[in-house]
């Protein structure tokens, strides 16, 4: 998960596979060109760009698909979006909220904050790697889960053991003083699983 255009373009040129731009309070000619040159980076390195909230924008750009919040359930086209052939991404953080998205036929349900994260203001308290378990045995053959929330390198290991098949980060790549060297980190833990 990226915050800009930018990120997108740096991460996918690592061979990043899929990119989620999360961009907040830009003007609206800016946030449309940074959704326009992130999918253009990621067709360009074959990466799946997801763009968190904005939708209209990504159905315009073309992109990969679209994640969003449970806030936004109530207030967003899901038939457009459907309609324009994009992926749909929930956020969840809890039982019901995982119910209440499995309704919606989601494509993925990120599930989190695992741990305390700095990144973005959560309402509830990390749901910790017992209750994430709990969820991969529970939701996981439904949909697929994925993790999120102040997961680093040095927990990734332990996430993916609960049996989740896939994890988010934010920090741990853009707040690396190296971030190729934490992408090929990352890499190499998923690929000892």
């Known amino acids: ?32 060109n940074e959704i326009a040159k992130s999918v253009e980076a990621g067709q360009r390195h074959g990466a799946r760009v ?17 994640h969003l919040g449970q806030e936004d359930l109530d207030t967003a086209e899901l038939g457009a979006i459907a309609a324009a052939g994009l992926r749909l991404g929930l ?24 741990f305390p994260t700095a990144t973005k203001t959560v309402a509830s308290a990390p749901q910790g790697l017992a209750r994430l378990a709990r969820y991969a045995r529970v939701i996981g053959p439904k949909v697929p889960l994925v993790a999120i929330g102040g997961i680093a390198v040095d927990t990734l290991a332990a996430v993916l053991d ?13 707040g690396a003083p190296d971030p190729a060297e934490a992408v090929a980190a990352l890499e190499r833990i998923f690929a000892d699983r």
């Open 1 to 32: 998960v990226v915050p800009s255009a930018e990120w997108v373009e740096r991460v996918a040129a690592l061979g990043v596979r899929t990119v989620q731009l999360r961009v907040k309070d830009v003007p609206a000619a800016q946030l449309a």
């Open 91 to 114: 956020s969840t953080h809890g039982y019901y909220e995982m119910l209440r998205a499995l309704h919606y036929a989601p494509s993925y349900l990120a599930f989190g904050a695992v």
């Open 50 to 66: 997801f763009i968190n909230d904005h939708w209209r924008e990504a159905i315009a750009a073309g992109a990969y698909g679209v």
């Open 162 to 174: 609960t049996g989740v098949g896939s994890a988010a980060v934010v920090s741990a790549v853009t």
